[in-house]
């Protein structure tokens, strides 16, 4: 085995239409963040009305039953949450097979089963801007261009729902489009096994297994892993870790100091704007629209805007916030909203003038 064994493969919903696959930071980028502390507060109040439906405890040992409360209760919650931005300056990538959903290890936020679009493409064409290297958490930094060897996978009904140019666009790069039906895990795996060269692993995100679960090649794949990683000096840390890591001795440290700093400043920057816009419809006191943006963290802050919701009435918050939704979908849209490293970039410059 050698780094030519090696694929890089990526679940998105995002088609590469032109060959480039850009991380969130360079994109027009919307999420519903279910980690802010305004979330932690609607998610108390969702249950405590019943819109959020409690657990039954006698089916509390029920596995599957748990797995689908927990992907229930947050599919429930996104639906009262405002869009946030993120900030990511890396695309992340798998290694030799499809990253797992998180709720396959008890936890809800991010699956991938579900895409609609996977992209495989040799690690060897990318190790260069290769910051970290482990199978479910590998990290490119900045906008990736595919290779002539990559494959690009869309789901049969998506890819017939493109426009003639969309399409066209396809047919003009020069690497391989399939589409699929079913399984977006299983085509993966048929696609690597069949490649002649890739040799396919089932992943997992449990620390015990480093990265794969047993199998007849998972020994010679973390080996080979590991050695590319002393080789070209990369890191081995998972994202989170890597990007909250204060060990300034860490490979390319430069290029991830400021990572989650810059997360930050673009969640705060759409929660802060998204509460001013709230709490005027509201009437809320003048000092407590003055101190938004010093209380994006306080529990009691969040919980007084939650009573001010209470009595606003549950629907007629949600068709205030639909309608907050919809304007950003019509910026993201038509080009015009604003990208995370704008946001990034208009922070610095401030404190930079700040400064002078």
């Given at each position: 085995?050698?780094?030519?064994?090696?694929?890089?493969?990526?679940?998105?919903?995002i088609i590469p239409f032109d060959g480039i696959v850009r991380p969130i930071s360079n994109s027009p980028y919307l999420t519903k963040n279910i980690g802010l502390?305004?979330?932690?507060?609607?998610?108390?109040?969702?249950?405590?009305?019943?819109?959020?439906?409690?657990?039954?405890?006698?089916?509390?040992?029920?596995?599957?039953?748990?797995?689908?409360?927990?992907?229930?209760?947050?599919?429930?919650?996104?639906?009262?949450?405002?869009?946030?931005?993120?900030?990511?300056?890396?695309?992340?990538?798998?290694?030799?097979?499809?990253?797992?959903?998180?709720?396959?290890?008890?936890?809800?936020?991010?699956?991938?089963?579900?895409?609609?679009?996977?992209?495989?493409?040799?690690?060897?064409?990318?190790?260069?801007?290769?910051?970290?290297?482990?199978?479910?958490?590998?990290?490119?930094?900045?906008?990736?261009?595919?290779?002539?060897?990559?494959?690009?996978?869309?789901?049969?009904?998506?890819?017939?729902?493109?426009?003639?140019?969309?399409?066209?666009?396809?047919?003009?790069?020069?690497?391989?489009?399939?589409?699929?039906?079913?399984?977006?895990?299983?085509?993966?795996?048929?696609?690597?096994?069949?490649?002649?060269?890739?040799?396919?692993?089932?992943?997992?995100?449990?620390?015990?297994?480093?990265?794969?679960?047993?199998?007849?090649?998972?020994?010679?794949?973390?080996?080979?892993?590991?050695?590319?990683?002393?080789?070209?000096?990369?890191?081995?840390?998972?994202?989170?870790?890597l990007i909250t890591s204060k060990d300034e001795s860490m490979p390319k440290y430069d290029e991830v100091c400021n990572e989650f700093g810059n997360m930050l400043?673009?969640?705060?920057?759409?929660?802060?704007?998204?509460?001013?816009?709230?709490?005027?419809?509201?009437?809320?006191?003048?000092?407590?629209?003055?101190?938004?943006?010093?209380?994006?963290?306080?529990?009691?802050?969040?919980?007084?805007?939650?009573?001010?919701?209470?009595?606003?009435?549950?629907?007629?918050?949600?068709?205030?916030?639909?309608?907050?939704?919809?304007?950003?979908?019509?910026?993201?849209?038509?080009?015009?909203?604003?990208?995370?490293?704008?946001?990034?970039?208009?922070?610095?410059?401030?404190?930079?003038?700040?400064?002078?």
């Amino acid at each position: 085995m050698n780094i030519n064994n090696i694929a890089l493969v990526r679940a998105t919903n995002i088609i590469p239409f032109d060959g480039i696959v850009r991380p969130i930071s360079n994109s027009p980028y919307l999420t519903k963040n279910i980690g802010l502390e305004f979330s932690t507060r609607m998610s108390d109040f969702l249950h405590e009305v019943g819109i959020i439906p409690g657990l039954d405890e006698s089916k509390m040992f029920d596995d599957d039953y748990y797995d689908e409360m927990v992907a229930l209760s947050s599919k429930i919650l996104k639906e009262y949450l405002p869009y946030v931005s993120d900030y990511n300056s890396f695309v992340l990538f798998s290694l030799n097979g499809l990253c797992p959903d998180d709720n396959e290890h008890g936890f809800g936020n991010n699956t991938f089963s579900n895409k609609k679009c996977a992209i495989i493409d040799g690690l060897n064409h990318h190790i260069e801007e290769t910051i970290s290297l482990v199978p479910t958490d590998t990290l490119i930094k900045g906008d990736v261009y595919l290779s002539n060897e990559a494959i690009i996978l869309i789901e049969e009904q998506t890819f017939a729902n493109l426009s003639e140019d969309q399409k066209n666009m396809l047919s003009n790069l020069n690497l391989t489009i399939k589409t699929f039906t079913g399984s977006l895990k299983e085509t993966v795996y048929n696609e690597l096994k069949n490649s002649g060269k890739y040799t396919p692993e089932i992943l997992s995100l449990s620390a015990s297994t480093r990265g794969f679960l047993p199998s007849v090649t998972s020994e010679m794949q973390i080996e080979l892993i590991n050695k590319l990683a002393e080789y070209y000096d990369l890191s081995q840390k998972r994202y989170f870790n890597l990007i909250t890591s204060k060990d300034e001795s860490m490979p390319k440290y430069d290029e991830v100091c400021n990572e989650f700093g810059n997360m930050l400043k673009v969640q705060e920057y759409y929660m802060t704007i998204f509460l001013q816009k709230l709490l005027n419809k509201l009437n809320a006191p003048k000092d407590m629209i003055n101190s938004i943006e010093k209380n994006l963290y306080s529990r009691v802050f969040m919980s007084k805007v939650i009573e001010l919701i209470k009595s606003y009435g549950i629907e007629n918050y949600k068709k205030f916030l639909d309608e907050y939704n919809e304007e950003l979908e019509k910026y993201q849209r038509d080009g015009t909203l604003i990208l995370p490293k704008e946001i990034v970039n208009a922070y610095n410059d401030n404190k930079k003038k700040g400064m002078e």
